[in-house]
């Protein structure tokens, strides 16, 4: 079983669509959580972080329930520059850990 | 912000050679940087995890005495894949982490292709 397992994509939407992506990790050891973009032949960049009691920036809402160590990612309004991958991340945040990265979801907005 | 520069961005080598990939973090102190490989349309695999002076930590199935790992000062972190073949083309992208630094500064990746 995969550590973090994402909904495998592509989603092709309009501009103006909303889109949500799922997230399961395996490790409940698990204690910070990420959404990073991903465009082609680029390094990943943090998108937001993760919160249990959900947080919201802009078009983009994230939310987190452990007990089913699920994570998800909402976003309204679509824009055709929010086409890109999309990562589900995880990390124990102890000194040393490394992040842990889903496969991604790739998303491409249309006009 | 935190920056690490990654280089080479891009390098094509014959099979057979060794590359060297470089990851210098230029405003802070990196004691731990982490190694990832990335094949087309797979997520970020870590490879090793090293702190500074260290040796690195591998994961499983990662060969050690082919990607080799030095972390000998806090700004730099060199990975070298020995032996080079067609199979080792992939992405390679560096993320360091300081003492007080909060979260993970990646390098912007190197495009590793073997002929």
């Known amino acids: 079983r995969k550590e973090v397992e994402q909904d495998p994509g592509p989603f092709n939407v309009p501009e103006g669509a909303t889109v949500a992506f799922n997230c399961t990790y395996s490790?409940?050891?698990?204690?910070?959580f990420f959404w990073y973009r991903q465009d082609c032949r680029k390094e990943p960049k943090l998108l937001m972080s993760?919160?249990?009691s959900g947080n919201e920036d802009g078009r983009f809402t994230a939310q987190l329930n452990r007990a089913s160590q699920y994570i998800s990612l909402l976003i309204r309004d679509s824009k055709l520059s929010d086409s890109a991958t999309y990562l589900c991340v995880v990390t124990l945040n102890q000194a040393g850990t490394a992040l842990i990265f889903g496969k991604g979801t790739t998303l491409s907005v249309s006009s | 912000g935190a920056v690490v520069s990654q280089h080479p961005s891009r390098v094509i080598c014959k099979s057979g050679t060794s590359v060297k990939i470089e990851c210098r973090s230029l405003d802070f102190q990196a004691t731990t940087m982490f190694w990832y490989r990335q094949f087309p349309k797979q997520s970020l695999m870590l490879m090793a995890t090293s702190n500074e002076g260290s040796k690195a930590t591998y994961e499983q199935g990662v060969e050690k005495d082919k990607f080799l790992i030095n972390h000998a000062s806090l700004t730099l972190s060199t990975l070298t894949v020995t032996s080079a073949h067609p199979e080792d083309s992939s992405f390679y992208i560096c993320s360091a982490r300081g003492q007080t630094t909060y979260g993970y500064t990646f390098g912007s990746g190197t495009r590793l292709t073997v002929v």
């Open positions: 993760v919160y249990s």
């Open positions: 490790n409940s050891a698990s204690q910070s």
